[in-house]
Antibody
Framework: QLQLQESGPGLVKPSETLSLTCTVSGGSISSSSYYWGWIRQPPGKGLEWIGSIYYSGSTYYNPSLKSRVTISVDTSKNQFSLKLSSVTAADTAVYYC?????????????WGQGTMVTVSS | EIVLTQSPDFQSVTPKEKVTITCRASQSIGSSLHWYQQKPDQSPKLLIKYASQSFSGVPSRFSGSGSGTDFTLTINSLEAEDAATYYCHQSSSYSLTFGGGTKVEIK
């Protein structure tokens, strides 16, 4: 069964780059899913889609974050990653990676446990 | 960007009551609408995909309907364990969006 696990620093300084990794287990990142996504949730607020990377390598980003976001895949490590540059306190949130478990599906039925990232000096 | 507007924002309900949550899209999204349940300090869980398809293992009291721009999540005979925040999510566009959430509290 496909499982996802986020990892990365829990504290990032303002103006620096937030870097997170999502490790895929229980299947190959190359064939297990149609696409992989990053979603975040500021404390006490709702879910915000950050971006997605498809099996083809195509990426799509939230327009409000597009200039600062990069999502990539490392098939050798069965991981995909998120980089968010020039962070501010507004980027403080729980960051989730997620994916559909059925190839071709769009709904996120597999979620990581989430990792809290605080932006503070 | 497709905006999803959920209503109500908050609902306080007694057990066994029926709950209806709506999600309105700013443009037609066909049936590319999914519903999630999130309990405090937990990751979201998929309830309904493609507007009306129940996800595996989800209790039958949860159902979804709608197409185009108007969608509904219904919880028949609410149970205490259903206290959570519910979100809709559209995948009609490559630029995904989530609704703002509806918090359901048990009276």
């Amino acid at each position: 069964q496909l499982q996802l696990q986020e990892s990365g620093p829990g504290l990032v300084k303002p103006s620096e780059t937030l870097s997170l990794t999502c490790t895929v287990s229980g299947g190959s990142i190359s064939s297990s899913s149609y696409y992989w996504g990053w979603i975040r949730q500021p404390p006490g607020k709702g879910l915000e889609w950050i971006g997605s990377i498809y099996y083809s390598g195509s990426t799509y980003y939230n327009p409000s974050l597009k200039s600062r976001v990069t999502i990539s895949v490392d098939t050798s490590k069965n991981q995909f990653s998120l980089k968010l540059s020039s962070v501010t306190a507004a980027d403080t949130a729980v960051y989730y990676c997620a994916s559909p478990s059925t190839y071709g599906d769009d709904a996120f039925d597999i979620w990581g446990q989430g990792t809290m990232v605080t932006v503070s000096s | 960007e497709i905006v999803l507007t959920q209503s109500p924002d908050f609902q306080s309900v007694t057990p066994k009551e029926k709950v209806t949550i709506t999600c309105r899209a700013s443009q037609s999204i066909g049936s590319s609408l999914h519903w999630y349940q999130q309990k405090p300090d937990q990751s979201p869980k998929l309830l309904i995909k493609y507007a009306s398809q129940s996800f595996s293992g989800v209790p039958s009291r949860f159902s979804g309907s709608g197409s185009g721009t108007d969608f509904t999540l219904t919880i028949n005979s609410l149970e205490a364990e259903d206290a959570a925040t519910y979100y809709c999510h559209q995948s009609s566009s490559y630029s995904l969006t989530f609704g703002g959430g509806t918090k359901v509290e048990i009276k």
